[in-house]
Every structure is written in C-alpha cells, then in structure tokens.
C-alpha cells in the first residue's frame, strides 16, 4: 500500500529565505507526483505536475523535483513571501487515477 | 471558467439524518472525484468516475454513503443515516481522462453532525 509522507508537518521561516518541502513515498511505481496548495477553508490548488518521466518542473518562484527510485520529492520556494503561507501537500498517481496524498506541512511566512 | 463548484459550502445537521453534497464538475473533464479530508486521517479518496460511471468505490466507509453523477454536470454524494464520526469536509474535484493532468478541487462541504 502507497504511503506518502511529508516532513515537516509545519515551518516557519522569516521572509525572503529559499526554503524546501520534503515529500517521501513507498512505492517508486507512481504515474506521476503532484505538489498542492490548501489555504484554509479553501480547496486544492494545484502547483505543479511531474510525470514520472520527469525529474523536475518549475514555475515561477517555484521549483518540484522527482527522484522515483529514492521515493522522494522536493519543493523548492525561492524568496518566500508572506502570501506563501498555506499548507502544501504532495500527492501521487498511485495508478487507476487514484491520488495517494501527504498529510502536508503547514508553512508560515513571517513579514 | 467556473471552477468546481459544490453545494452546500456549511451542512450541520442531527444524527440519523439525511445528507446530500452536490458539485457541479469544469465543463469537458471526464474524471469526477469525491474526497474527504479530517485532521487526523487527512485526505482520502471516496470514490471517483470516468465518464458517469463509478470506476472506484473502494473508499466508501460504508452502506450508509452512496454517490451517484447521472449526468456530466452534476454529482451528489449522499449519506443516510449520518453520524456524528461522518463530521469532516468533503472535496469534490474533476481533471480531464489523463493522468497527467492536474486535479481541480471545489472549495469544499464542510459537514457537521451533531
């Protein structure tokens, strides 16, 4: 059974700092891995996409990588900003279409 | 774009009642997926469709949720009778047929059962 684990469950970091989630799975035959965005009482917003094929992706101050056989996977945010504060959560495509998420780490940005 | 939208945003209702979580899907995704997330098993996966069709329902605690989408628009995921231990908020989301697409989640049904 798939496992995804994030560590750690919440940080906090002055502005400005380059910073890194930690996302870590147990089965390396994944589709692909998804970073996700929750602000509270909201939904899912989607950040990025790495197929499994893939290494990494970018966008914008943002930056995924995907080491399968190691079942791991990173996020980096460069130049954090308050508006980053929100809980991030990883998730893969255990196959079928099925998404196995993280419990996610909890990210305060302190102005 | 709309988004996923889901209905109602707040339910609080009385043990052994009935509820129903609706969502209306982005226009042209074929894959509809209903999660459920709680502080302390976070976000699992109820059971999801391609196309109106249930592929997987192997989430689904129990007899006593149902979840239909009779059309591609519109999805309710029903439980009756509800218990207190249902309490949680329920993710609707959609994505088009492909796995390398990402999911688009609606805000969320935030449910109370008292």
């Known amino acids: 059974k798939q496992e995804v684990t994030q560590i750690p469950a919440a940080l906090s970091v002055p502005e400005g700092e380059n910073l890194v989630l930690n996302c870590s799975f147990t089965?390396?035959?994944?589709?692909?891995l998804q970073w996700f965005r929750q602000d509270p009482g909201k939904g899912l917003t989607s950040l990025l996409l790495?197929?499994?094929?893939?290494r990494e992706q970018t966008s914008g101050r943002l930056n995924a990588s995907l080491d399968k056989s190691s079942g791991r996977s990173t996020l980096y945010i460069a130049a954090s900003q308050p508006g980053d504060s929100a809980t991030y959560l990883c998730a893969v495509y255990q196959g079928a279409q099925k998404l196995v998420f993280g419990q996610g780490t909890r990210l305060t940005i302190n102005p | 774009d709309a988004g996923v939208i889901q209905s109602p945003r707040h339910e609080v209702t009385e043990m052994g009642q009935e509820v129903t979580l609706r969502c209306k899907p982005i226009?042209?995704?074929?894959?509809l997926f209903w999660y459920r997330q709680t502080m302390m098993r976070g976000l699992e996966l109820l059971i999801y469709?391609?196309?109106?069709?249930?592929?997987?329902d192997s989430g689904m605690p129990e007899d006593r949720f149902s979840a239909k989408m009779p059309n591609a628009s519109f999805s309710t995921l029903k439980i009756q009778p509800s218990e207190p231990r249902d309490s949680a908020v329920y993710f609707c989301?959609?994505?088009?047929?492909?796995?390398?697409?990402?999911?688009?989640f609606g805000n969320g049904t935030r449910l109370t059962v008292t």
């Open positions: 089965d390396s035959a994944i589709y692909n």
């Open positions: 790495i197929q499994s094929s893939q």
């Open positions: 989301a959609s994505s088009p047929s492909s796995y390398n697409s990402p999911l688009h």
């Open positions: 469709f391609n196309n109106n069709v249930p592929i997987d």
């Open positions: 226009s042209g995704h074929n894959s």
